[in-house]
């Protein structure tokens, strides 16, 4: 089976809203249409009524599309820059408000003031050399505070100036050495040195693109809250689950995510890296990893076989690191049981659910993320669950991208 490009981020790049800024944690568009639209791997229909919840909303694809067909939705999601720029990214904005900023903006930075303008300022990343070089940095700190004092900071406030702010996250990353080729962030050999013209040349191209695409308003409600979805309490039963959790595959979405967080304010410190990444699904960055040395599962909880299975072979694996990347392991598959067992309470007779996921490999041991899921599910009183593969991932590795659906009857 070849691998799919459609069925990654990469498909969502120019498509409006989709595209305002490239995270890999997210998923494919063309994966929610599917499900909502007429080519269902699993059945034809089209979904016309009914409320959308995604319990892990990442960067909105979900409640976008929902709300691009017309369908409201409710999505959580415990990452704080993510649930800014979700909340941020699902609004509809006056274009009139939108003209103005743009103008607003280009004026200013045309302005004698901001040629004279000399504060800066750098936020405190480790290894930030390997990112931008020192002249770049200064440019991208001076624009910083220029537009800090212009505009406030990032506000969960339904405001034009978060569009501003998207812009410059855009711009951190298009002047980085980052490269995307992995499926984990990495850097090119040197960083390119930018002048202050193409820096703000860039600015100017990425709000562009973001104010055009912010006047198509999104024709349903898009509500996300910032939470736990360990312990999701709605004001509403849901019809529809569409969601792609974190996979247990050790990629942190604060690592990657760490440039965007520390330049907008979401981010300070390594131990605060260390503890965002504890309390989300799949965590195991900085502080995290050690914490799962002397985390201990809940031993009232009957786990499907294959992860026992699973989980041991990881352990007597390496006698170094085996013992933690299977208590990973067993963590992730409890957070994801935690999650399946709360949320029953918040859905309608017949909700139909689809989680995308992926399987992983620890020391030759294959972590069967389709099988467990399905037995997890079953426990719970969940009907049908089953599992189709999407995309093969890798082409060395038996690695597989699944899509599992399965109802729940009350
Ligand atoms: C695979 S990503 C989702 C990507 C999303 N489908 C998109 O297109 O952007 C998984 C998300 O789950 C979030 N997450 C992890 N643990 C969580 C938890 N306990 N509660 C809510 N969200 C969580 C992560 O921060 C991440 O954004």
């Given at each position: 089976?070849a691998?799919?490009?459609?069925?990654?981020?990469?498909?969502?790049?120019?498509?409006?809203?989709?595209g305002?800024?490239?995270?890999?944690?997210?998923?494919?568009?063309?994966?929610?249409?599917?499900?909502?639209?007429?080519?269902?791997?699993?059945?034809?229909?089209?979904?016309?009524?009914?409320?959308?919840?995604?319990?892990?909303?990442?960067t909105?694809?979900?409640?976008?599309?929902?709300?691009?067909y017309?369908?409201?939705?409710?999505?959580?999601e415990?990452?704080?820059?993510l649930y800014w720029?979700s909340?941020?990214?699902?609004?509809n904005?006056?274009?009139?408000?939108?003209?103005?900023?743009?103008?607003?903006?280009k004026?200013?930075?045309?302005?004698?003031?901001?040629?004279?303008?000399?504060?800066?300022?750098?936020?405190?990343?480790?290894?930030?050399?390997?990112?931008?070089?020192?002249i770049?940095?200064?440019?991208?700190?001076?624009?910083?505070?220029?537009?800090?004092?212009?505009?406030?900071?990032?506000?969960?406030?339904?405001?034009?100036?978060?569009?501003a702010?998207?812009?410059f996250?855009?711009?951190?990353?298009?002047?980085?050495?980052?490269d995307?080729?992995?499926?984990?962030?990495s850097f090119?050999?040197?960083?390119?040195?930018?002048?202050?013209?193409?820096?703000?040349?860039l600015?100017?191209?990425?709000?562009?693109?973001?104010?055009d695409?912010?006047?198509?308003?999104l024709?349903g409600?898009?509500?996300?809250?910032?939470?736990?979805?360990r312990?999701?309490?709605?004001d509403?039963k849901?019809?529809?689950v569409?969601?792609?959790?974190?996979?247990?595959?050790r990629?942190?979405?604060?690592?990657?995510?760490?440039?965007?967080?520390?330049?907008?304010g979401?981010?300070?410190?390594?131990?605060?890296a260390?503890?965002?990444?504890?309390?989300?699904?799949?965590?195991?960055?900085?502080?995290?990893?050690?914490?799962?040395?002397?985390w201990?599962?809940?031993?009232?909880?009957?786990?499907?076989?294959c992860?026992?299975?699973?989980?041991?072979?990881i352990r007597?694996?390496?006698?170094?690191?085996?013992?933690?990347?299977?208590?990973?392991?067993?963590k992730?598959?409890?957070?994801?049981?935690?999650?399946?067992?709360?949320?029953?309470?918040?859905l309608?007779?017949?909700?139909?659910?689809?989680?995308?996921?992926?399987?992983s490999?620890?020391?030759?041991?294959?972590?069967?993320?389709?099988?467990i899921?399905?037995?997890?599910m079953?426990?719970?009183?969940?009907?049908?669950?089953?599992a189709?593969?999407?995309?093969?991932?890798?082409?060395?590795?038996?690695?597989?991208?699944?899509q599992?659906?399965?109802?729940?009857?009350?």
């Open positions: 089976m691998k799919n490009k459609d069925y990654t981020f990469k498909y969502n790049q120019n498509l409006g809203r989709h305002w800024l490239r995270l890999t944690p997210a998923y494919s568009v063309k994966l929610v249409e599917e499900i909502l639209g007429e080519d269902n791997l699993f059945s034809k229909k089209k979904i016309s009524s009914g409320t959308v919840f995604d319990p892990f909303c990442g909105a694809t979900t409640g976008i599309v929902a709300a691009e017309g369908l409201n939705s409710m999505l959580y415990i990452n704080p820059f720029f909340t941020a990214k699902s609004q904005y006056s274009s009139v408000d939108i003209d103005d900023q743009l103008t607003h903006i004026e200013s930075l045309n302005s004698d003031h901001y040629k004279e303008y000399c504060k800066s300022w750098i936020p405190p990343m480790k290894n930030i050399e390997r990112w931008w070089d020192s770049t940095l200064e440019h991208l700190g001076k624009l910083h505070e220029f537009l800090f004092e212009e505009l406030g900071g990032p506000t969960i406030r339904s405001s034009v100036s978060n569009l702010w998207i812009s996250a855009r711009l951190i990353i298009e002047s980085s050495a980052a995307f080729g992995h499926i984990s962030v090119k050999e040197t960083c390119n040195s930018y002048e202050e013209t193409e820096i703000l040349s600015f100017i191209k990425s709000l562009e693109y973001i104010s695409s912010a006047k198509h308003s024709k409600n898009v509500k996300i809250i910032s939470g736990d979805s312990n999701v309490c709605l509403e849901v019809n529809y569409i969601t792609s959790p974190p996979y247990p595959n990629i942190s979405y604060i690592r990657e995510l760490r440039p965007y967080m520390y330049w907008l979401f981010l300070n410190s390594g131990e605060e260390g503890e965002l990444d504890w309390a989300a699904i799949g965590g195991t960055w900085g502080s995290a990893t050690s914490k799962l040395s002397t201990k599962c809940d031993t009232s909880w009957s786990k499907p076989a992860l026992t299975d699973a989980v041991n072979k007597e694996s390496d006698s170094k690191n085996g013992k933690t990347l299977a208590q990973y392991v067993l992730f598959f409890y957070d994801i049981y935690l999650h399946f067992k709360n949320l029953i309470k918040n309608e007779n017949g909700c139909e659910l689809y989680y995308i996921l992926g399987n490999s620890f020391y030759g041991n294959m972590v069967h993320t389709d099988l899921i399905c037995e997890i079953k426990s719970l009183g969940y009907k049908n669950p089953v189709k593969v999407i995309r093969k991932r890798n082409s060395k590795k038996e690695l597989f991208e699944f599992i659906e399965a109802t729940w009857h009350t």
